[in-house]
């Protein structure tokens, strides 16, 4: 997903870039090689401006989704540790069944 994100956010900010660098204000010109009136350079920054929108929200849903993995992960292993100690003190020290096990 980050990746993902982040290939987004780099193609708007390209693309804006490449029309500020490459386009006379006003008239539109080329954009790339190819003539483009002021309705397709506005239309072209749109596009560019929602794909960065597009990736920063990826990547925010990424990160949080990550974030409830990685809490989620960490409360199973603590309960799987305090599982283990009462199995532990329910066996005894020693590893022998006590006559609580058997009941």
Do not use: Q
């Not at 290939?7 to 790339?32: E, R, S």
């Not at 929602?50 to 309960?79: Q, V």
């Not at 100690?85 to 609580?100: C, I, L, N, P, W």
């Amino acid at each position: 997903m980050v990746v993902i994100a982040l290939i987004l956010i780099a193609l708007g900010a390209l693309a804006i870039v490449v029309a500020f660098a490459f386009t006379d204000p006003g008239t539109g010109g080329t954009y790339l090689g190819v003539d483009v009136n002021i309705l397709s350079a506005f239309l072209i920054g749109v596009a560019a401006g929602a794909a960065i929108l597009w990736g920063l929200w990826i990547l925010k849903w990424g990160t949080k989704r990550s974030l409830a993995h990685r809490r989620e992960r960490k409360e199973l292993s603590e309960l799987n540790a305090k599982l283990e100690r009462v199995e532990a003190e329910r066996r005894g020290e020693d590893g022998t069944v006590t006559d609580r096990d058997r009941i």
